[in-house]
């Protein structure tokens, strides 16, 4: 047995973890249930560093070190199911097999349960950085056993991305939790790109181009709002189509797809009562835009408005729609730490929030400026929301002008804007003193008698609405 860590699973995000491993000095057993691509792999880098390829599992196992640190890297669901068997009747007491694919936490939890009960540790871990990051560093959000942590721990770390040196991974609780907070992760990345779509979408019903609404998005990158999705959309923008000579962005056809973490993030949201209103938006304006008979029924029976948008103040506009993405962005932050603080509790995970806003600041695809300051907000105490985190409400403060006119501006012109408008009615729904659902519980006392509260006696009180209309106070 020589090598220190083994990966089964060699597509792209296997192979580069493991040639991440490789090149952080450790060796590297490999299994590919098609033996083609463990070869293409030593082909392609095998002298990059020591690799053990491995025909089969029973070989692999044998050339891991014990205890066994297992990274599988395979098709999330069934196919996770059976590599886990595969392996199990190769494995010993304290081996250690860590799921790094997007898989559902409620899935790992079972699995977790599974193998603690053969004396095996169990890691669900969410690995966020896409190709890049898994060969030069993802951010990396490990759950399991603290145990399993001290063996594997390290190993994660050494080849996670640093920031100012730290490293993007840290421990985030038992079973499920890492799992959890990568599909949160995702579901706040929804939210992110859909901000600036609309973003995008704003300032091209303003009558910018795409080089200069690209312009727009490379200066914003210098800013507060520098970050990985916003620099990658200026690249994106400025891409033209070999064939037609147009923008890219003007060829891809106009549905995005999804595979699940954020409709998760949606559901459990649901289950556990947090408003992620901004997250549900963006799944939602996903669905739309892949609803071909809807939208062709919206296109040819819906009218829009007469008033056109035709801003006289294009750098006005420019930086309007700045604080709309700014502010929406910290709604879309506030709401993701809000379920994983709920879930946390639900579950008894103890994530420490900072921490989680800590190992985002570099390798993950949401990974921002703006986390530095999240980080340090959630470590100075315990926030009931992240909006009330004192720099972050006087950035709300400031912003929220140019953020409320992009949102009326757009919605007179007839340009959606879900996100937007979402975080912004967020925002005056968790400041606002009194909200209308006073007159919801008076509607629904009204048909079928379920009881309101008063604002000033203790008690619960219905009114006879078929009879004399008096209040009665229930016993
Ligand atoms: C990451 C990404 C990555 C992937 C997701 C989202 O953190 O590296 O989140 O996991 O992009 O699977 O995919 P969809 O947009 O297809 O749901």
Not at 89 to 115: C, F, M
Request: aromatic share 8%; proline share 3%.
């Amino acid at each position: 047995a020589t090598a220190q860590v083994g990966v089964v699973g060699l597509a792209v995000m296997g192979r580069n973890l493991a040639r991440n491993f490789a090149n952080h000095g450790h060796t590297v057993a490999l299994y590919n249930r098609t033996q083609a691509r463990t070869d293409d792999l030593i082909a392609a880098h095998g002298s990059d560093g020591n690799f053990v390829p491995a025909t089969s599992v029973e070989e692999f196992v044998a050339s891991l070190e014990r205890p066994r640190r297992i990274i599988l890297m395979v098709q999330a669901g069934a196919g996770t199911d059976a590599s886990i068997d595969s392996l199990l009747p190769h494995l010993e007491e304290g081996d250690i097999v860590v799921d790094g694919g997007n898989a559902n936490y409620e899935d790992t939890r079972v699995r977790e349960e599974k193998l603690r009960a053969r004396g095996l540790h169990f890691f669900g871990v969410g690995i966020s950085g896409g190709e890049e990051g898994a060969l030069n560093g993802p951010s990396i959000m490990p759950g399991g056993s603290k145990e399993g942590y001290a063996q594997i721990g390290p190993l994660l770390e050494d080849i996670s991305a640093k920031y100012d040196g730290e490293p993007c991974c840290a421990y985030i609780g038992p079973d499920g939790a890492g799992h959890f907070v990568k599909m949160v992760h995702n579901g706040i990345e929804y939210a992110d790109m859909q901000f600036i779509a609309e973003a995008y979408d704003v300032l091209r019903a303003a009558g910018l181009d795409t080089k200069a609404i690209s312009d727009a998005f490379r200066e914003w990158n210098t800013g507060d709002l520098d970050s990985f999705l916003i620099e990658i959309t200026s690249e994106v923008l400025d891409q033209v189509d070999a064939s037609t000579g147009k923008a890219l962005v003007d060829v891809i056809k106009d549905a995005a797809g999804q595979k699940g973490t954020g409709r998760w993030t949606v559901q459990n949201a649901l289950e556990l009562g947090v408003p992620v209103n901004t997250i549900a938006e963006s799944v939602f304006a996903r669905s739309v835009s892949g609803h071909a008979d809807l939208r062709a029924a919206g296109q040819a029976h819906l009218s829009g408005p007469d008033q056109k948008f035709t801003p006289d103040d294009v750098a006005a506009l420019i930086e309007d729609v700045r604080q709309a993405l700014w502010a929406s962005k910290v709604i879309a932050y506030a709401q993701g730490l809000d379920l994983i603080r709920t879930g946390s509790l639900q579950y008894d995970w103890d994530i420490d929030v900072a921490e989680v806003a800590k190992i985002w600041r570099a390798g993950c695809i949401i990974r921002a400026r703006l986390l530095e300051r999240i980080r340090s907000e959630y470590a100075a105490g315990n926030l009931p929301t992240l909006l009330a985190a004192p720099s972050i409400s006087e950035g709300l403060a400031n912003a929220q002008n140019g953020w409320r006119r992009v949102v009326a501006d757009a919605t007179l012109a007839g340009v959606p804007v879900p996100g937007f408008a979402s975080a912004v009615s967020y925002y005056d729904s968790v400041r606002a003193e009194r909200l209308p659902a006073s007159l919801i519980q008076g509607l629904r006392d009204f048909f079928g008698a379920h009881t309101y509260q008063r604002v000033d006696v203790e008690g619960t009180f219905h009114t006879e609405w078929s009879a004399d209309r008096s209040e009665t106070k229930e016993a």
